[in-house]
């Protein structure tokens, strides 16, 4: 059963859609299955046995920890994306971990060095990952760019603006986000303080900019973002 549901959600990823059907039923035999709850940390950079996820379904964030201890959201990793050793170097120097968001998540993964043997029989896998992890980075860079230029109130504004492109349920200009992330989380996504975040969202209901629970996250004009 495990194997007919790798097949089927590496089947589905537009990263192996040149490969055969051959191919991936070859690569099911190198990837690992995992389903993981609330909470749970499932990669450490500093592992011995560097890996390659592919998150299917659920939330992750990634966590990016200083030397003084200080933890900054790096990144939310949703459907179909990738995470861990993207670059395919195994970095000692980076401290960053992945911590599970939603009630449920199902990832697989790939031993580091079985990736890049699949990528160097595969020219086309090659190119596609390629542009897909330039694609990644670069995302990643615009959003630190972001942060060093904008204040935090616009930070948060962009934040829920983008968020809400990606996962927003939309009715006319109102959208309906479920709420995976606390309001530390939030907070450390737009690099400020959990109070400066609380005040800012207490701001924006004030405003009836948006509704804001456990559950969910509700913009009732998107367009005021």
Not at 6 to 13: A, G, P, S
Not at 68 to 81: L, S, Y
Not at 83 to 111: M, P
Request: glycine residues 4%; neutral net charge.
């Amino acid at each position: 059963m495990y194997e007919d549901l790798k097949y089927w959600y590496l089947r589905d990823h537009k990263l192996f859609r040149t490969l055969s059907f051959a191919q991936i039923r070859q690569l099911c035999i190198i990837t690992g299955f995992k389903k993981a709850n609330k909470g749970e940390i499932i990669y450490f950079s500093s592992s011995d046995v560097p890996r390659i996820f592919l998150l299917k379904k659920g939330n992750i964030k990634i966590v990016a920890v200083d030397e003084e201890g200080n933890e900054t959201i790096k990144d939310i990793i949703q459907k179909g994306d990738l995470f861990g050793e993207l670059t395919l170097e195994n970095d000692f120097e980076s401290n960053e971990y992945a911590k599970v968001l939603s009630d449920d998540v199902v990832i697989c993964s790939f031993l580091m060095s079985d990736f890049e043997d699949l990528l160097l029989k595969n020219p086309s896998l090659a190119l596609s990952y390629t542009k897909f992890v330039g694609l990644k980075m670069k995302r990643i860079k615009n959003s630190y760019a972001n942060l060093v230029s904008k204040d935090a109130k616009t930070r948060l504004y962009q934040f829920l603006k983008d968020w809400a492109e990606k996962e927003g349920k939309q009715e006319g200009n109102k959208i309906t986000l479920e709420n995976y992330l606390t309001q530390t989380d939030i907070a450390q996504i737009i690099c400020t303080s959990r109070q400066t975040a609380t005040q800012l969202l207490n701001e924006m209901e004030s405003r009836g900019m948006l509704l804001y629970n456990r559950r969910e996250i509700i913009i009732t004009d998107v367009t005021q973002l």
